[in-house]
């Protein structure tokens, strides 16, 4: 175990008062704008990554199934997010500098790669290098905001950080947004050029922090160390098995009843197996060592916090697909003038004119089509069309059809004229309304709950979060404008207020020799949180929006995360931390 008196809450109001705040150096801001132009790159292909992967390859999108843009959202990221407790360890060993140079020049070529995939496992690949690299940026981008401040002006330090991670985020899917009305390819592409930008601020202005110390461990050690943080080696890997058996289920290997089973099996045997070494001298090799938590309250800090990301990320994973499937946003279009709604709404007539002789043939050659699949093929044209437009339509190509006549291009382009009324603003310009929330108050939030204690400003924006999905239990068939926007901001003022705190106390805590190696540890509930977000968002799109029918019980279902996390936050906070000041 570590040091208990580490684990006590740090009273932030008393070391402020302890310590000068000072300026920040060089590098603090070099760091930011690297992390800008990084997230730039993530950003503008993650807030178009549910839209990209279920569109269908006729119209540019590589044509995923909820199940398969779940599994690749949960997998990926967690990969993603899990790396950087070595990968922080490695910052700490061979310096950030050439940790920064690794992930820009393994990120460059592999965003391009995305574009480029045309099936699941090219695509996963690509994305596994995307992954790959992020998380050798992460903990060496955060370490270095960690040694650029002190205990008086932290809080501050890593506001004005998490403001430059939105202003990354509000950026990006705008400038994505704009780019896939010229082809998807134009997203990925430009998702390398900001990484490769990157270079210039890292060679020419970047040097290593002052106060970090290069470690001489080996590569095994450095390991060892990282994972000494947790647990041993037998509580690693009985972990990883259980969550690649999980993963299994998610790419399709096995269902998720066999996948539960195994892993009740895999845990059970190794609970016989640890009463059977119970009483062996723990100098033996590791797999005949007992499971041992080394740090049990991180690890239920970090456990916990999980249920954060899981729910936050439905804003990025569940959201989209359902304001482009089941939404109607004119009501906020109508504030538009008509260059602002091109913009937010744009059209391709053409495609829509496409898709109108698209359907005339099929009406041609099967007679009968089914309605709601018509509305949910076409909503990929960005137009949601009600039912009643799409039996008008219907009728005047059976009137032709019956009368043996042709479509004409201008018939089919006066039909399409006719429902580009319905269209809709882009997903991801919707969602940036979370980053765009958080790039004006960020820091003043951060600035008021300075005074507050880190867990209770945690717990509020949990509750935040579980409002805004309750908010979503609508009557109605389609959400409205307003109503997604009032949710994107209640979700933004959640983001505020948990984020920075909970990465604000891991800092506080951190040996300064290892500030990017508990910052890495710090990303595990991320890794966490994706996983199951992704595994959550596709099985409950699938089974409950779709084949059920009912969105209520799957917003109810991430409210009830978010409050039950709220719960555990607070009963942690009175049990763990209180005990121990």
């Known amino acids: 175990m570590q040091n208990q008196q580490q684990w006590c809450e740090p009273d932030l109001n008393e070391t402020n008062r302890s310590t000068s705040s000072s300026g920040f150096g060089r ?212 972990l990883f098995v259980a969550l690649a058996l999980l993963m299994s289920a998610g790419v399709g290997f096995s269902d998720y009843s066999q996948a539960f089973t195994w892993i009740a099996i895999w845990l059970v045997a190794n609970w016989v197996w640890d009463r059977m070494l119970i009483n062996r001298a723990s100098t033996k090799a590791w797999w005949q060592q007992p499971m041992k938590v080394s740090n049990l309250p991180f690890a239920l800090y970090l456990l916990i916090l999980a249920g954060f990301w899981t729910v936050y990320n439905q804003l990025f994973y569940t959201l989209p697909v359902y304001i482009r499937d089941y939404a109607d946003t004119r009501d906020i279009l109508a504030w538009f003038g008509d260059s602002g709604v091109a913009f937010l709404a744009h059209v391709d007539i053409d495609k829509l004119t496409a898709a109108i002789f698209t359907l005339f043939n099929e009406l041609k050659e099967s007679g009968t089509v089914s309605i709601e699949t018509i509305r949910l093929e076409w909503v990929h044209l960005k137009v949601n069309v009600p039912h009643e437009q799409i039996q008008l339509i219907l009728q005047t190509l059976n009137a032709l059809h019956d009368n043996g006549q042709a479509l004409s291009q201008h018939q089919a382009q006066a039909l399409a004229k006719q429902i580009v009324q319905y269209r809709q603003i882009n997903p991801e310009y919707l969602i940036n309304l979370d980053f765009a929330a958080i790039v004006v108050a960020q820091i003043l939030v951060s600035f008021v709950c300075q005074r507050f204690r880190p867990f209770y400003v945690l717990v509020t924006g949990l509750l935040v979060m ?116």
């Not at 922080?88 to 500098?97: H, I, M, P, Q, S």
């Not at 403001?163 to 430009?190: C, E, Q």
């Not at 099985?539 to 995360?561: D, N, R």
């Open 466 to 581: 579980a409002v805004a999905f309750i908010a979503l239990l609508s009557d109605s068939d389609w959400l409205s404008g307003q109503l997604i926007v009032t949710v994107i901001l209640l979700i933004a003022l959640g983001e505020m207020l948990a984020s920075p705190k909970s990465q604000e106390y891991v800092a506080s805590i951190a040996p300064q020799s290892q500030a990017a190696l508990y910052m890495g540890y710090y990303f595990v509930s991320m890794a966490l949180g994706f996983l199951f977000a992704g595994f959550l968002s596709g099985w409950s799109y699938k089974v409950l929006v779709q084949e059920m029918a009912a969105p209520e019980l799957m917003w109810g279902l991430f409210a009830a995360i978010a409050y039950i996390t709220a719960i555990a936050l607070f009963w942690f906070n009175k049990v763990i931390i209180d005990r121990k000041t």
């Open 27 to 238: 590098t603090f801001y070099i760091a930011n704008i690297m992390e800008i132009f990084e997230r730039l790159a993530w950003y503008g292909f993650f807030a178009v990554s549910s839209i990209y992967m279920t569109t269908p390859k006729s119209q540019g999108g590589i044509g995923f199934t909820d199940i398969e843009r779940g599994a690749v959202q949960g997998i990926i990221p967690f990969f993603l997010y899990l790396l950087p407790v070595v990968t922080g360890a490695l910052g700490d060993r061979v310096g950030y500098k050439k940790m920064f140079f690794f992930a820009f020049l393994v990120m460059t070529p592999s965003y391009y790669l995305l574009g480029q995939a045309q099936s699941f496992w090219p695509f996963f690949a690509a994305l596994s290098f995307v992954a790959l690299g992020a998380a050798c940026f992460k903990p060496v981008v955060v370490g270095t905001v960690s040694h650029s401040t002190n205990d008086g002006n932290r809080g501050l330090g890593f506001g004005i950080f998490y403001t430059m991670v939105n202003i990354g985020g509000f950026l990006g899917p705008l400038v994505a947004g704009y780019m896939r009305a010229i082809s998807w390819d134009a997203v990925f592409m430009m998702s390398a050029i900001w990484i490769a930008i990157n270079f210039i601020p890292l060679m020419l202005f970047y040097k290593d922090p002052q106060t970090l110390p290069k470690t001489k461990q080996s590569p095994t050690q450095v390991l060892k160390t990282a994972q000494s943080v947790l647990g041993n080696t037998r509580l690693a890997l009985a």
